[in-house]
């Protein structure tokens, strides 16, 4: 299992960059990165937040492991409120509303290219990957009151340690 960095290291506010090669490496790292997202637990996991700057996530939303190379949101419309965590801010969840819909454009592991329409929770895991991948973290998307609440308890845990 791979370390999770947490809410206030560096590498969760830096945009990945693309993956250029789909080689062995990256194919090892997405093992890891899905063995690291079932013991967390957690339904989605983007690289950097592995440390590694690149762009890619894994998710699982029910229906069994999958990795998206340089993922892309091409079309998203609605909008659907969901209580939304995440492994990098651990224990804390606020109410937040997104598109529900959207189009992710990618590759998979074989390089070939994939395009998933997606709503709900697997449309929410989407945005919250790319969000990461952009090095945009769900805090940025709460409501300014929801976000004063969440750095007072953040900066008191930065206190205790
Ligand atoms: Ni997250």
Known sequence: ????????DPVLKQPTKEVDEIDGRVA????????????????GLAANQVGVQRRLFVYDVGEGAAAIINPRIVESSGEWAYEEGCL?????????VRPNHVHLVGLDLDGREVSIEASELEGRVFQHELDHLDGTLLLERLEPEQRREALTILRSRAVAG
Request: proline share 9%; net charge negative; glycine share 10%.
């Open 88 to 96: 990098s801010v651990p224990g804390l969840s606020w109410t937040i």
């Open 28 to 43: 090892k790292l997405v093992d890891e990165m899905i063995e690291t997202m079932y013991e967390a637990p957690g339904v």
């Open 1 to 8: 299992m791979l370390p999770i960095r947490q809410y206030g």
